[in-house]
């Protein structure tokens, strides 16, 4: 008996080494994150000084009217894109990441979480902020090129598209109303004018939905916009002093 009870022992011990050395296993590095440039359209060159008035798509109004109806095109959107949290998602994404499980990852800050799940090709986003879900979207395993969607509560408000490599972002609007559908393409182009808007947003004067090209030097500030609603509907310019001139 006391031979058995020994050999029992050392089976025991021996059984509990092997599982003490078992090693756990390597969860992998977590997903990239998209850069928060993915979620910002540049307005810099199209801010309106306090007090403007909008310039309708059939007044000529003043010697500026032309870039300053492509400033009132684009100011709902600039106004928009303010509601992206922006601030919040750099610096949550500025902490370690922490392997929830799986292909899952997260990242936190006080009250506030991203994660980030591979799923093939692809990487699921989500952020919550005070336990709300703000955001969600994918991207591709590099983070050049993906889509966020922003919530308004539980209501999609707007979508993001952004490709790095081709260096475009498409915000389109989501919620229900007169304005849904409504777009804004931003993107780099080659030639004179090397920054574009491609804009569709709902016009409150012609009860439609109106389009627009808006076209920029982004150095000189000189640039040009086209609508079929607005004057005869070919390319109106403006200079580097965004003042009406006529176009080449």
Known sequence: MKKFLSFTLILFLTA?????????????VPPVLPPVETMLIDFGDFILATGSTANSFDNKGTDDSNW????????????????????????????????????????????????????GSQ???????????RLD?????????????L????TPLLQTDYTNSGGKITYTYLKDGQSKGAYIEFGSASGNYNFYYKVRYYN???????????????TSKAGRIRSADYLDGTWKCWNAQKI???CD
């Open 68 to 119: 300053q109806t492509a400033a009132e095109t684009v100011s709902d959107w600039r106004t928009l894109s303010a509601e992206l949290p922006v601030a919040t998602y750099k610096s949550i994404a500025g902490q370690k990441a922490n392997h929830v499980s799986g292909a899952k990852w997260e990242w936190s800050q006080s009250s506030n979480q991203l994660t980030g799940e591979t799923a």
């Open 16 to 28: 509990g080494t092997f599982i003490s050395c078992k090693k756990k296993k390597d969860p992998g």
């Open 244 to 246: 009406n001139e006529l």
């Open 137 to 149: 979207g994918t991207s591709n395993a590099t983070g050049t090129e993906g889509k966020w969607t």
């Open 204 to 218: 409150t004067t012609l009860g439609k939905f109106s389009e627009a090209d808006i076209e920029w030097n982004n």
């Open 123 to 133: 990487v699921k986003w989500e952020m919550t902020v005070s336990g709300n879900k």
């Open 151 to 154: 919530y308004e509560g539980q």
